[in-house]
């Protein structure tokens, strides 16, 4: 993975997050269990149908407010098109954006900064080692830069 800037296309330095494996679903449970007499399978219920919540209102267009985590956008990507007959919907990619909250800032915040060149990280599996947003160099969760607020950002 070679660390090139998109609009200038020179090797450089970028920031990267490294990670500590993968919480899954499972161990979030078990986790939330320790501080409720919850049996573990009623919390796992509960959480589930939270989870289906966020994914109706999801497929409803949306935005999911997760408190102190941060916000989930809906959003789609596709090619440009002069005219709109030329459009297809198979060109449309749909996609999540997350805007970080302010607890998941303060803790990346205070997280062990790694600077890494170019070709760091290129045996690196998905899960576990080291995750980057590729063409991003200021603020992954903020790309847009300025405030977390939802004035200003263009996403309705």
């Given at each position: 993975?070679?660390?090139?800037?998109?609009?200038t296309?020179?090797?450089?330095?970028?920031?990267?997050?490294?990670?500590?494996?993968t919480?899954?679903?499972?161990?979030?449970?078990?986790?939330?269990?320790?501080?409720?007499?919850?049996?573990?399978?009623?919390?796992?219920?509960?959480?589930?149908?939270?989870?289906?919540?966020?994914?109706?209102?999801l497929?409803?267009?949306?935005?999911v407010?997760?408190?102190?985590?941060?916000?989930?956008?809906?959003?789609?990507?596709?090619?440009?098109?002069?005219?709109a007959?030329?459009?297809?919907?198979?060109?449309?990619?749909?996609?999540?954006?997350?805007?970080?909250?302010?607890?998941?800032?303060?803790?990346?915040?205070?997280?062990?900064?790694?600077?890494?060149?170019?070709?760091?990280?290129?045996?690196?599996?998905?899960?576990?080692?080291?995750?980057?947003?590729?063409?991003?160099?200021?603020?992954?969760?903020?790309?847009?830069?300025?405030?977390?607020?939802?004035?200003?950002?263009?996403?309705?």
């Amino acid at each position: 993975m070679s660390n090139v800037n998109p609009v200038t296309k020179q090797k450089g330095l970028t920031v990267r997050v490294l990670t500590n494996g993968t919480a899954d679903f499972d161990s979030i449970v078990t986790s939330a269990g320790k501080n409720t007499t919850m049996h573990r399978a009623e919390l796992r219920m509960a959480f589930e149908l939270c989870l289906d919540s966020v994914a109706d209102a999801l497929k409803e267009g949306m935005i999911v407010d997760l408190g102190p985590i941060g916000k989930i956008y809906p959003s789609c990507t596709s090619k440009w098109y002069e005219k709109a007959e030329d459009m297809k919907l198979s060109d449309v990619h749909p996609g999540l954006y997350f805007r970080a909250g302010e607890e998941v800032e303060s803790a990346i915040r205070a997280a062990k900064i790694v600077w890494a060149k170019p070709g760091d990280g290129e045996e690196e599996e998905e899960e576990g080692g080291t995750t980057t947003e590729p063409g991003t160099t200021d603020n992954p969760t903020n790309p847009g830069g300025g405030s977390n607020d939802d004035a200003g950002d263009g996403m309705e």
